[in-house]
C-alpha cells in the first residue's frame, strides 16, 4: 500500500486475487479439497456470521468454513463458486486459498455440521459495516462478484442461459452463433459502476455543502454523489450531479481517494471540489435538504459535541474521510 | 471546466444532458419535431460522417440531420433513440436539442434524402480517432450509450426482453414479477467500465515501463492498462494490473486524469506510479514485450526524432498525454 492511502473500511486487501490461477482447474480442484482451505458462505449476498450478538451493533466475524464442511454445498449443482485469492502473509510453501459460495436456497442445509451462534449478518447497511477492517475487505470482493451472478444470470445479448468460468469470474453464454462470443464483451464480465461522491467546498473557504436523502437517518447529512455517466470524464460527473442534485456550479475538482461499496458493486470515487455559485435549489426526487456547512458545524459533527447540528455519516463511509480531510486540511484552529 | 483538466480527446463536452428532461416525454416529443434539432446516425456502431474522405488519415465530419430528414426513422420500431443533451452556448431562449438515432439495418435507407459524401466511418481503431474535438465528445457519449443498447436487450436477470426509457438511458424489463423490477438495479442502466491506465516510474526517476500487446501497430510501445475488479480501488488495481502483467511491483499511485474510451464503454482513469522493483517478466497472454525507456527516449519518439527507438500512441489517447506529461515534469533538458 502506498503511503499516501488512508486505511477505508472495504479497501483493505488480505489476499492476493492470483487471476492466473482462474483458469487452472487442476489448481482449483485441489485448492478445493485442502483441509487448510477456507470458504465464506453468503445467502441473498448476506455472508454467514460466527460471533457477536444480532443487535446491530457490536463487531461480528465471518465465518470461516474449511473443505471438509462444504463438500456437499461443493458438488451441488445450484453453488455459485468464487475463487477469492490466497492469503498474503505466507510464510511457508502452501498458500492458503479462499473461496465463497453461495445457493439459492439457505446453503448451511448442506453443511456437514450445524453451527451454533452463526446467521447471516442482515441488511446490507448498516449490517456490512460491523465487519473488522479485514473481514470488510473479502466481503467487498466477495459480495460485489456474488451481486453480479445474482443479477447476471442470463446473456444481456440474447437472453439464454450463461455458465460459470474463470474461477467465477467470467460468464459465458450458452447458445451457439451469439455475437457475445465473437470477441471480447463487457457482458461476460463482473461489472463495477464508478461513482462519484464529493465534497463541495464554498468559494469562500470555510462551508461545504451537505445534503440529506429522505431513507436517511434522522439528521444525518452527507455528501454528494451520483453514477458517472457514459462518455463522461470524473471531473465531469461530479459538476453535472452537483448541479442537478443542488443547483450549485462546481469548478475545479480534486480527487483524493477511492472506496469498494458492495452496494451492489460500485466505486465510490471520493473528491474535493470547489463552488462557483452559492444559490442551492435541491432536486426534490433525489434529496429532501442541502445546506452549506461551517467548519465549526462539521467539527462538532466529527466529535459528537453537543452543540453539533448535525450527524456525520458514520466513519465507515468514504463520505467521513472526505469530511475528516477538509478539517484536517489548513484548518483554522 | 477546471483549469487543471487537460483537453483530453474525447472529453470535451459540448451538450448539456440535461437529465430532467429525460423523463419528460412532452419536451422530448417537441424537440423531436423542431426543425432546427439535430440527428446523429450510427449504424454498428459507426456514426455517419459527411465530409472528409475515405483515406483513414483526414478529419472526417459528423453528419448532422435535421428532423425532417429522419421522421421515418423516428417512427420505425427498431430504432433505437438516445437524446444527448442541448447545445450549452445558447444566445436566445430555444434550446438546440441533439439525439443519436441507431437500427439495425443501415438506417440511411430510411432518410428521405441520399446524402452523397456521407458514410458510416468503419473500425472504432482509429476510425473514432478522426473527428474533430466536439465531436469526438458527443461520439463518446452516444457510441457509448447504443454500445449498451446492442449488448444488453434482454433482462440480464430473468431472460426477457426489455423496453426502452428515459430518453434511452434505462431498460427495463417486461416480465412481470422480474426481481430487476422491485427497487433499483443496475442492470436497467448503462454500463460503464472503469478501467486503470498507467505510467510506472523507475525507481531511478529517469525510466519509464512501456508495453506492447500484439496487436499494435510495429513498433509502438504504450502504458499498461485493465479493468478495476469488483471489490477493488484504482490504487490496488494499478498494482494488480502492474504485476500480472509486467512482473513489475509498484507502491505510491498518483491520479492525474481521466478520458471516456466508447470501445464500447470505458472510463481511462490515468496515473503515473512508482516501482518498487525492476525485473520484469511479461505475461505473455496479454503483453508481447515489455521494455524500460529512458527520459530521452519518451522525447525522442514524442517529437518523432529519427533516433527514436519506439512509436508513441497517437496524441489521441491518455497514454500520449501521461507520457507527455512525464516529460514535462522536472525534466532535466
Ligand atoms: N448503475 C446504476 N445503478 C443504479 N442506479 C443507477 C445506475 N445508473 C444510473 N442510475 C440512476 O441513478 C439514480 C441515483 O442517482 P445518482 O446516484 O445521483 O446518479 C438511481 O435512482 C437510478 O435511477
Ligand atoms: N469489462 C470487461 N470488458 C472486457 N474485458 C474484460 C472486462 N473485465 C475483465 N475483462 C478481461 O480482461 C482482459 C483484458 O485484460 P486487462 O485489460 O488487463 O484487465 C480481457 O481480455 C477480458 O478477459
Ligand atoms: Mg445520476
Ligand atoms: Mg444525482
Ligand atoms: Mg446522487
Ligand atoms: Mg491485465
Ligand atoms: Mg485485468
Ligand atoms: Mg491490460
Ligand atoms: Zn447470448
Ligand atoms: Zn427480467
Not at 219 to 244: K, N, Q
Not at 267 to 279: E, F, P, R, S, Y
Not at 285 to 313: C, G, H, S, Y
Request: charged content about 25%.
Amino acid at each position: 500500500r502506498g503511503v499516501e492511502e488512508p486505511d477505508i473500511y472495504f479497501n483493505r486487501e488480505i489476499l492476493d486475487r492470483m487471476s492466473d490461477k482462474r483458469n487452472d482447474a487442476e489448481w482449483l480442484a485441489a485448492k478445493r479439497v485442502a483441509p487448510e482451505t477456507v470458504f465464506l458462505l453468503f445467502h441473498a449476498l448476506n455472508p454467514l456470521v460466527c460471533s457477536g450478538a444480532d443487535d446491530e451493533v457490536e463487531e461480528v466475524r465471518l465465518c470461516k468454513l474449511r473443505s471438509a464442511a462444504v463438500q456437499e454445498l461443493l458438488i451441488n449443482s445450484q453453488t455459485v463458486e468464487v475463487f477469492l485469492g490466497v492469503e498474503k502473509q505466507e510464510e511457508d510453501d502452501g498458500q492458503l486459498a479462499w473461496f465463497a459460495l453461495s445457493t439459492e436456497d439457505d446453503p448451511t442445509q448442506l453443511l456437514k455440521h450445524k453451527h451454533h451462534n452463526s446467521f447471516f449478518l442482515q441488511g446490507a447497511m448498516p449490517g456490512l459495516l460491523r465487519l473488522s477492517d479485514d473481514d470488510a475487505g473479502v466481503v467487498a470482493q466477495a459480495r460485489s462478484v456474488l451481486a453480479w451472478h445474482s443479477r447476471y444470470r442470463f446473456c444481456p445479448t440474447c437472453g439464454s442461459d450463461t455458465k460459470v468460468e474463470e474461477g467465477g469470474y467470467k460468464r459465458t453464454c450458452l447458445r451457439a452463433g451469439c455475437k457475445s462470443l465473437q470477441g471480447v464483451h463487457n457482458t461476460c464480465y463482473p461489472r463495477v459502476d464508478p461513482v462519484v461522491i464529493m465534497l463541495v467546498l464554498h468559494p469562500d473557504g470555510n462551508h461545504c455543502l451537505l445534503g440529506r436523502k429522505k431513507i436517511f437517518p434522522p439528521g444525518m447529512f452527507s455528501c454528494l454523489a451520483g453514477f458517472v455517466e457514459p462518455g463522461e470524464t470524473l471531473e465531469t460527473a461530479v459538476r453535472r450531479e452537483v448541479r442537478e442534485e443542488s443547483g450549485v456550479q462546481v469548478g475545479p475538482v480534486q480527487y483524493l481517494s477511492c472506496q469498494a461499496w458492495p452496494m451492489p458493486s460500485c466505486l465510490m470515487i471520493g473528491c474535493h471540489c470547489v463552488a462557483t455559485t452559492t444559490d442551492i435549489k435541491v432536486d426534490q426526487n433525489e434529496i429532501e435538504e442541502a445546506r452549506w456547512f461551517t467548519r465549526q458545524q462539521v467539527m462538532d459533527a466529527l466529535v459528537k459535541d453537543k452543540r453539533a447540528v448535525f450527524i456525520m455519516p458514520p466513519r465507515q463511509a468514504i463520505a467521513h474521510y472526505l469530511l475528516k480531510h477538509w478539517i484536517g486540511c489548513n484548518a483554522n484552529l
